[in-house]
């Protein structure tokens, strides 16, 4: 059982919603609990350590972070060992290659990478033809103008690479996470049971070296139009998620 709270980090929050949640889960303890992205405003350590509290009374198992930057992983850390930390990680959206993988290797945290199609970009031919003009999506930066116009680009060339594997496109995109290593579990999300089946069959598409080189070729990161969240989640990602020092 998987339970995160909201953009705030002060102890009385973090029990209040740890709490509400057991309350409404009907169960004794939560196996993962995140903090939603980070408070910049309140110091890891006062909201870890809260944490670490609810772990010690067994209302918590483990404990996982959201687009936390390098820092904040660090001296979370330090003060109770962090299991998972959730990131944004697809073909198009590489940038915690450079950083985040290294040190949460180094520490031996898990990352779960969550809108591994790109935001369903990677699902298929549908989504990015006919985006629903009250998605939310539809004012994404990647699905606008001429950055969507470009994107198409870049995704159609996927495609095509795709149906030389003899895959679907969002099963090659999945596979090439899946190629990354163990300690990084994708999250797809979907509301049908056809597309759910078509992800799990991305296990069975093998890749090797040259395949992921080429793959990274296809989807060239310099030649994706626009930035990978929202404006107003910007100064929530994990570039900009420090907390200020004890």
């Given at each position: ?11 009385e929050?973090v029990r209040q919603?740890?709490?509400a ?11 993962l609990?995140y903090q939603?992205r980070?408070?910049?405003n309140?110091?890891?350590?006062d909201t870890?350590?809260e944490?670490?509290?609810l772990?010690?009374e067994?209302?918590?198992?483990y ?8 820092d904040?992983i660090?001296r ?7 299991t998972?930390i959730q ?6 959206s ?7 993988i290294?040190?949460c290797?180094?520490l ?5 990478a969550?809108?591994?199609l790109?935001h369903g970009f990677f699902?298929?031919k549908?989504?990015v033809?006919s985006l629903?003009?009250?998605s939310v999506?539809?004012v994404?930066?990647r699905?606008?103008?001429?950055n969507?116009e470009?994107?198409?680009?870049v995704?159609q060339?996927?495609a095509?690479?795709?149906a030389?594997h ?10 090439w996470?899946l190629?990354?290593g163990?300690d990084?579990?994708?999250?797809p999300?979907?509301t049908?049971v ?8 991305s296990?069975?598409?093998k890749?090797t070296?040259?395949?992921?080189k080429v793959?990274?070729?296809?989807v060239a990161?310099?030649e994706?139009?626009g930035?990978r969240?929202?404006?107003i989640?910007?100064?929530?990602s994990?570039r900009?998620?420090n907390?200020p020092r004890?």
């Amino acid at each position: 059982m998987i339970e995160k709270f909201r953009v705030k980090g002060t102890p009385e929050y973090v029990r209040q919603c740890c709490e509400a949640s057991l309350g409404r889960l009907g169960v004794d303890y939560i196996d993962l609990y995140y903090q939603h992205r980070v408070d910049i405003n309140v110091p890891i350590e006062d909201t870890m350590g809260e944490l670490k509290k609810l772990v010690e009374e067994g209302k918590v198992k483990y404990i996982g972070l959201s687009e936390a930057s390098p820092d904040t992983i660090r001296r979370a850390h330090a003060v109770h060992p962090i299991t998972a930390i959730q990131m944004e990680y697809s073909l198009w959206s590489r940038e915690i290659e450079d950083e985040i993988i290294p040190l949460c290797r180094e520490l031996g945290i898990g990352i779960v990478a969550y809108s591994p199609l790109g935001h369903g970009f990677f699902g298929g031919k549908a989504v990015v033809e006919s985006l629903p003009t009250e998605s939310v999506l539809a004012v994404h930066p990647r699905f606008m103008g001429e950055n969507l116009e470009k994107n198409k680009l870049v995704y159609q060339k996927f495609a095509d690479l795709a149906a030389k594997h003899g895959c679907t496109p969002p099963q090659l995109a999945l596979a090439w996470l899946l190629q990354q290593g163990d300690d990084i579990v994708p999250i797809p999300g979907t509301t049908k049971v056809k597309n759910l089946e078509d992800n799990i069959r991305s296990i069975t598409v093998k890749l090797t070296p040259e395949d992921m080189k080429v793959i990274c070729d296809v989807v060239a990161v310099e030649e994706v139009g626009g930035e990978r969240e929202l404006p107003i989640l910007a100064e929530y990602s994990w570039r900009h998620a420090n907390t200020p020092r004890k």
